[in-house]
């Protein structure tokens, strides 16, 4: 009986979608959505995820950010609102709003999320049409197998920098991703201290 009980243990344990994380969809204390607020409103990822582009981990916004127009002395959009309750909240007692973190990786992985986005991989590429999601949904698997299959083959992933954040473009030619690995020698790391240091 005990060890049914460890196995049944272990499967839980395993399995859940934290660990099994593709799929993982948490319950967030603010029903926050990309679906509007890109897709919808058009604000650039870089207006929420201000350090994309030069930190080593990407951020979530601060409630100022959501203050700004969210805030009944600012622009007062839909300010009373019963959703906004935890920004306000937050706003209130001076403390973060504390939403839940949604991709993770092991201590023992090195990642650096500033050098992908500025070496021509695009928010999409790993995290997927969040412009589509009305909740965020951890998309793609963040396995070793994973990673390698990009840095093996990144040219299907590659685009001009300016593309960065937009989830809607389309190479205007089959052989671009191959002249950019070209121009900008790209040359992700396969060994095995490239990612375990
Ligand atoms: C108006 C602000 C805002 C904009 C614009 C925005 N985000 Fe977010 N993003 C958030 C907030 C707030 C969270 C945390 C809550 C959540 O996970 O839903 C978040 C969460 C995320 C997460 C999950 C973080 C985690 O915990 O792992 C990803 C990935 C992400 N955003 C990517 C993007 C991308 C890509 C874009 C542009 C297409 C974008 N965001 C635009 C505010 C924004
Ligand atoms: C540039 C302005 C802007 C920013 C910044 C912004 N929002 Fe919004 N938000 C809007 C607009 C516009 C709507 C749609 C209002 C409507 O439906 O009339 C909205 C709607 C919402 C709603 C739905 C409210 C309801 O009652 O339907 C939530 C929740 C929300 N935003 C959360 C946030 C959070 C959290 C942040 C910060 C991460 C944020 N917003 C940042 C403009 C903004
Ligand atoms: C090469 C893949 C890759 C690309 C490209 C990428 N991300 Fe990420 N992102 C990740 C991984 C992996 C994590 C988890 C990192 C960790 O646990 O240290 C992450 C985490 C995040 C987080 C959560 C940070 C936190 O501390 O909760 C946000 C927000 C985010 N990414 C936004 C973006 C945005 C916006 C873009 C485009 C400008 C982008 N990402 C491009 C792989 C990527
Ligand atoms: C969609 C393609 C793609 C995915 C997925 C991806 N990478 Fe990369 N990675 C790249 C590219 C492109 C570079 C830049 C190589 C260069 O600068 O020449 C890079 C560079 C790196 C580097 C070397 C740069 C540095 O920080 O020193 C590390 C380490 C790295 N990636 C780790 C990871 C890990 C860990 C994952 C999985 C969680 C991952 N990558 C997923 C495309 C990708
Ligand atoms: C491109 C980045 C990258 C490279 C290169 C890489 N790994 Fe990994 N490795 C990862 C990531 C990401 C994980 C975490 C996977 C997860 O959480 O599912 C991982 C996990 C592991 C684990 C732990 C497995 C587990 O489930 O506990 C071992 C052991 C490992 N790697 C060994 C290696 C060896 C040996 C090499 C060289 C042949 C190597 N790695 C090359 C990214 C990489």
New binding site residues.
């Given amino acids: 009986m005990l060890f049914g009980g460890m196995a049944t243990a272990a499967v839980w344990y395993y399995a859940t979608p934290k660990w099994y994380r593709a799929g993982y969809e948490p319950i967030q204390p ?4 990309h679906q ?2 890109y897709g919808q ?1 058009g ?1 650039d990822c870089r ?2 995820h201000t350090h994309v582009t030069e930190a080593a981990h990407a951020n979530i ?1 601060s409630v100022q ?2 203050w ?3 805030g009944a002395d600012k ?1 007062n ?2 300010s009373d ?4 309750a935890p ?1 306000r909240d937050a706003h209130e007692r001076g403390l973060p ?1 504390p939403w839940v973190r949604v991709h993770k990786l092991p201590d023992f992985v090195y990642f650096n999320h500033a050098i992908h986005v500025n070496r021509n991989v695009g928010c999409v590429s790993c995290h997927g049409r969040i412009d589509k999601m009305a909740v965020v949904r951890h998309e793609q698997p963040l396995s070793m197998s994973w990673c390698l299959d990009c840095h093996r083959d990144p040219e299907p992933n590659l685009r001009p920098n300016d593309q960065i954040t937009n989830m809607h473009w389309q190479p205007d030619r089959p052989d671009l991703g191959a002249w950019i690995k070209q121009e900008s020698q790209i040359r992700p790391p396969t060994d095995c201290t490239g990612c375990h240091r």
């Fill in positions: 603010i029903t926050f959505s509007l607020h409103l604000l207006y929420c916004p950010v959501c700004t127009c969210h622009a959009i839909k609102s019963p959703l906004l920004l709003v």
